[in-house]
């Protein structure tokens, strides 16, 4: 039989990742697609598949080497039923008992779509949406050996969180602690003049940042064959998604339209921030993604809604010089914290706002030549307008149920947008308003369902390892682990 040399393909831009586990030794038969060990960057955990089937003669690497794309891996002798192997190799004429195929997971079927017109892409697996939720999704989908596409809106992997949210905001909130570290130094009897900021800079070391995590999802997904279609998705029905496709940085449709047709959809549409209707157009009025932009340094700027968006983006804009006042409904700023950390945190933090507004709303806003005026109404409220150079507006985050026309699939939204599952996180699709039957062609991941921050845990992580065909079994997520990144870091646990 002919040998076969199996390398490390491509990985995108990431260069000599240490192997954390090897699962194959020499001697063992390997299918195609099989992992053969694992590789761990600082970002990310990654399978290595096999590319060809056959037995093992010799494995190249061992724990605590380091790899990039074309290290070899394995010597393999390919099996005679290889379409690559020689055709004069010998059949085996003893073979080893054939392990009958595992039965695919049990589905309550669902009417076949309505949907007639013509279909660009099929799949077995669609998973709308590429954030953290998205893209973990489709990875392990395609791991496990199922035909995956992601839609994604953005031009890279990663959603809100990578391109728009988590990931630029702690990259700028690493640049505030440690300016503010500085600051403190002065106490041992080390002081430094005042900085000099220049934004461009800055800007390009959050673009930076932002492009490493984002290239290192785009080589995972090359190497795992998932397709990624670049636009916004709409159910046409239960099994058609119909997506408006887009370019350019954000999220500009061409006006041209594709069809996928699907077998099992995951639903990781994510959210998008709450808007204030009496707030003026005006780019002086920006959420959480136009205060990332870091455009100017306001000299004076106002906070609405004191949440971790509001908290994490008035430390950078602190830290970088401006004055803030924040405007809080509650009686407390971080709802859900403990009012133990709240004080906590409040200690450190309170000389970075001019005012702390508890129990009071903005009402009404006026853009003005130089500023946008706020009126304000409540306990702590100014008795008149205020006038501000920048206004954040970050009262919260809303799903995006509503949009992807879920309905359409037969798939149950509440008035919210939200898409209420069963415990194995299935939704609940209807044949009529009273009576609705969980079946497994539609999933909702946890942006749809849980728009507050978390995180998968070891015990969900066991669930995702599983067979394929365990993966219809129940999953309960076990845990929610909360960090906001402000200064200080802030962490609590509990169950979901």
């Known amino acids: 039989m002919s040998q076969h040399t199996i390398v490390v393909p491509d990985i995108g831009d990431y260069t000599d990742v240490p192997v954390i586990e090897i699962l194959v030794k020499p001697g063992d038969e390997i299918t195609k ?7 761990e960057s600082d970002k990310a955990t990654m399978e290595v598949p096999a590319d060809q089937a056959g037995k093992v ?5 061992k724990i605590g080497d380091k790899v990039t794309k074309g290290s070899v891996i394995a010597q393999i002798e390919l099996t005679s039923s290889n379409p690559h192997a020689s055709p004069s190799a010998p059949v085996a004429t003893s073979a080893s008992p054939v392990t009958p195929p595992s039965k695919p997971p049990v589905s309550i079927p669902v009417p076949a779509g309505s949907y007639q017109g013509p279909v660009q892409h099929d799949c077995e697996v669609l998973v709308l949406g590429a954030g953290p939720g998205g893209y973990s999704a489709a990875f392990r989908s395609a791991d496990l050996g199922a035909k ?9 992997l990663g959603g809100v969180c990578l391109n728009v949210g988590c990931i630029p905001s702690k990259a700028l909130l690493h640049t505030a602690a440690v300016m503010d570290e500085v600051k403190e130094m002065g106490k041992h009897g080390i002081e430094f003049g005042a900085p000099t900021i220049n934004l461009d800079l800055l800007r390009s070391h959050k673009e930076g940042v932002i492009a490493k995590l984002t290239g290192g999802l785009a080589g995972m997904a090359k190497m795992r064959k998932v397709s990624v279609v670049r636009g916004l998705g709409k159910f046409i029905d239960a099994h058609h998604v119909e997506v408006s496709l887009s370019t350019g940085h954000g ?3 061409t ?5 996928i047709h699907f077998q099992k959809a995951i639903i990781a549409a994510g959210s998008q921030p709450i808007a204030l209707p009496f707030m003026p157009s005006d780019p002086r009025v920006v959420d959480s993604t136009g205060a990332l932009l870091l455009k100017s340094i306001p000299k004076r700027m106002l906070v609405i809604g004191g949440g971790i968006i509001g908290l994490e983006m008035a430390t950078v804009y602190s830290a970088l010089g401006s004055r803030l006042d924040i405007a809080e409904m509650m009686d407390g700023l971080m709802a859900g914290a403990d009012r133990d950390l709240e004080k906590v945190w409040e200690k450190m933090n309170t000389h970075r706002f001019d005012n702390i507004m508890l129990k009071t709303r903005a009402t009404k806003a006026e853009a003005k030549p130089n500023g946008i005026e706020v009126s304000f109404e409540g306990e702590k409220a100014p008795a008149t307008p205020q006038l501000y150079d920048l206004v954040l507006v970050a009262v919260g985050r809303t799903p995006n149920g509503k949009k992807i026309n879920a309905n359409a699939a037969g798939v149950n939204l509440d008035e919210r947008g939200f898409i209420p599952v069963d415990k194995q996180m299935r939704a609940a699709l209807f044949r009529s308003i009273s009576k609705c039957v969980p079946i497994s062609t539609i999933s909702s991941l ?7 921050p978390c995180w998968l845990t070891k015990q969900c992580m066991k669930v995702m390892l599983q067979p394929r065909q365990q993966l219809d079994k129940s999953l309960i997520l076990m845990r929610n682990k909360f960090r906001p990144w402000r200064i200080p870091t802030l962490r609590w646990h509990g169950l979901v």
């Open 57 to 61: 003669i010799s494995v190249s690497v």
């Open 251 to 253: 999220q500009q449709l």
């Open 255 to 259: 006006g041209q339209k594709e069809v």
């Open 148 to 156: 995956t596409l992601l839609v994604e809106r953005y031009a890279t």
């Open 446 to 452: 946890l942006e749809i369902l849980w728009v507050s």
């Open 33 to 39: 697609e099989q992992a053969l060990l694992v590789l």
